[in-house]
């Protein structure tokens, strides 16, 4: 299964890739050693924008880790830090900056707002986006390699990693999400939808409806659907490649780190 990223589609070197795709198969822990911790913090950036007219905001990046929060304002804040990523043993890399330092580029497209850096940092180094969006406004996420994170939010979003989780936690909201390697764990606090569609092509599929749980399991190495209509008006379309797929509608809030 593939994925297609707003803007353009990224790629990175590969001996990244392949590095990458072998952790994360062998072990999940390697693979979260490479992108999704830095070992310490080389630059910080941020921004603010006034989300007046803002239907959504999109943020695309190469590698790292992305966490979308709910705004405590009426604008719209990035966070970055930058630091550098550790190899498949446990080494810290070098992370040296495109131009010394990190810079949020903000721009306005009639009413999407669109983040990210000013010069995008290499493989070496592990980029984490912290995005704070007011309640309603789309959120639109791309990330090569790396973790998704969305958190407490009531907003539609459309989430896209080609080799990483993507995790939402948050009220009734539509929800499109993908990956080509890694698992999507999706709770929502309303139990009703318009369009439940999950499949996974290697990886289980898991559905809870008001802590009723419906799972299947499969054999090793094959896939699973399940795609269920209703009368609610929020649509949930989850697809992994390789990872499991689970959803919770009428859910309690999840644990986060």
């Known amino acids: 299964m593939t994925g297609s990223a707003h803007g353009g589609v990224y790629s990175v070197s590969v001996r990244a890739t392949f590095s990458l795709v072998v952790c994360l198969l062998l072990a999940p822990a390697c693979r979260h050693s490479y992108y999704s911790r830095a070992t310490r913090v080389v630059a910080t950036a941020s921004s603010d924008v006034a989300a007046v007219g803002v239907r959504a905001v999109r943020v695309e990046a190469l590698q790292g880790t992305m966490?979308?929060?709910?705004?405590?304002?009426?604008?719209?804040?990035?966070?970055?830090?930058?630091?550098?990523?550790?190899?498949?043993?446990?080494?810290?890399?070098?992370?040296?900056?495109?131009?010394?330092?990190?810079?949020?580029?903000?721009?306005?497209?009639?009413?999407?707002?669109?983040?990210?850096?000013?010069?995008?940092?290499?493989?070496?180094?592990?980029?984490?986006?912290?995005?704070?969006?007011?309640?309603?406004?789309?959120?639109e996420a791309t990330l090569t390699v790396g973790d998704i994170d969305v958190r407490e939010l009531a907003n539609p979003a459309v989430l896209r990693s080609k080799v990483g989780t993507i995790t939402v936690d948050g009220e009734s909201a539509s929800v499109s999400a993908e990956t080509e390697i890694g698992g999507i764990n999706v709770r929502l606090r309303s139990p009703s939808y318009a369009l439940v569609d999950l499949e996974t092509n290697v990886g289980d599929v898991e559905l809870e409806l008001d802590g009723g749980r419906l799972e299947r399991r499969r054999p090793a190495g094959t896939g699973d659907a399940l795609s269920l209509k209703g009368p609610g008006s929020q649509r949930i379309v989850l697809r992994a490649g390789v990872g499991d797929v689970r959803l919770a509608l009428g859910a309690d809030p999840g644990p986060h780190e």
């Open 67 to 139: 966490t979308f929060v709910p705004s405590q304002d009426d604008s719209i804040s990035a966070t970055v830090s930058i630091g550098p990523a550790r190899g498949a043993m446990g080494r810290e890399r070098d992370c040296p900056l495109p131009s010394g330092s990190a810079e949020v580029r903000a721009r306005r497209r009639q009413s999407t707002v669109l983040l990210g850096l000013a010069d995008e940092p290499g493989d070496q180094c592990v980029v984490a986006w912290e995005v704070a969006v007011p309640r309603g406004i789309l959120v």
